[in-house]
């Protein structure tokens, strides 16, 4: 007998597939691995980012042409290892055919079950004597037995799909979050915070807030790599992500951007209380002086920031509130740098 997790589970999965092939269809798509598995992801419901770009393209009437199709596969689902992805496409695509075809086989089974009650009604009609009745009697529970055989290997067969559709589910989880993570800092990379960027300034417009975006610079961060090499280069930037992290609130976004710049997002944020947040960042990150080496004796010094600030204003967009914060951060380090700007 099945657990009612397992049934459960099963049930989620049979679910999804029913949600996500008339979806695709109505709206034109190929169900192929890589569409299937967009929309397995969208109607499951474990990828937001996923998510928010398909119901912004379906509120705004956008077309899932080709192109369309291939870049929602491209920025949510593909990471750095392709094969993995594709190991994915296919247990999948094996686990939807061995469910259609586990289904066909209970059709059939029921559809030949069928058929005997019909023969052995119809004999029945012509008045049998009792050895022919007993026959028949006889007939009818082998096919009862056949059928319940057929439904227990079915129910089992079931069960074990039940298993794989939720360690497909895990590994495909562990790579949305792989694809949006930086490896070196444990934050969100760039491409995650191209898609956050729109969905904070759609929200900020919509609820008529504000939101603010600091831009942050690590100061003369070549120098590090030069003197002492890209493994201290990469201390100094885990030290400022550990530093933003523990400095932002439940909903601030952080973001390692690339190289040695971060951004931090911070939605309901007026210019003044994100001016606030930066001044606080830039004294915390500037606070300790790290040292290294095994004795810990040799000190890099102050570990100091420049921030570029910029809030939401009329008319903004995401890329113009990026570039007054790009603005901004420019300023900062012309000014002396470990300042802020906005």
């Known amino acids: 007998m099945s657990s009612p997790a397992e049934n459960t589970e099963l049930d989620a999965a049979a679910q999804i597939l029913r949600l996500a092939v008339p979806q695709m269809s109505a709206l034109g798509i190929p169900v192929t691995p890589e569409n299937y598995t967009v929309w397995y992801e969208y109607f499951s419901g474990m990828n937001l980012d996923l998510n928010r770009a398909i119901d912004g393209f379906i509120a705004n009437h ?7 199709n291939t870049s929602l596969y491209k920025n949510f689902i593909q990471e750095k290892s392709p094969e993995v ?10 686990l939807i055919n061995s ?3 586990k289904i066909a086989q209970l059709n059939q089974g029921t559809v030949a079950f069928s058929g005997s009650l019909a023969e052995f009604g119809i004999k029945l009609q012509s008045s049998p004597d009792l050895n022919t009745l007993n026959q028949l009697v006889d007939g009818v529970m082998d096919e009862m037995q056949n059928l319940l055989l057929n439904n227990q290997n079915m129910e089992q067969s079931l069960n074990v799909m039940g298993q794989e559709v939720q360690s497909l589910k895990s590994e495909m989880e562990n790579l949305s979050l792989a694809a949006m993570t930086d490896q070196l800092t444990s934050l969100h990379n760039r491409r995650a915070y191209e898609f956050a960027i729109q969905d904070y300034v759609h929200c900020a417009k919509e609820q008529h807030t ?3 975006l600091l ?12 003197t002492y090499g890209h493994q201290i280069g990469d201390k100094v930037l885990a030290y400022v992500a550990l530093a933003l992290k523990q400095c932002v609130r439940g ?12 951004v931090v997002l911070l939605p309901n944020t007026h210019f003044h209380d994100a001016l606030q947040v930066a001044e606080t960042l830039r004294e915390r990150i500037s606070e300790r002086r790290l040292t290294i080496g095994k004795d810990k004796k040799l000190s890099l010094g102050a570990i100091t920031v420049s921030i570029g600030l910029a809030s939401l204003q009329e008319g903004d967009d995401a890329e ?9 951060l420019y300023e900062a380090k012309s000014d002396g740098r470990n300042c802020v700007r906005g």
């Open 320 to 328: 113009t509130l990026f570039s007054r914060a790009d603005k901004a």
């Open 62 to 68: 956008v077309l899932f042409t080709k192109e369309v």
């Open 251 to 262: 909903d601030d976004f952080v973001a390692r951007y690339g190289g040695e710049e971060f």
């Open 85 to 94: 992805i594709e190991n994915v496409q296919i247990e999948t695509q094996i």
């Open 99 to 101: 469910l259609l075809s």
């Open 210 to 212: 504000r939101c603010s």
């Open 215 to 226: 831009l942050i610079d690590i100061d003369k961060f070549k120098l590090f790599n030069d």
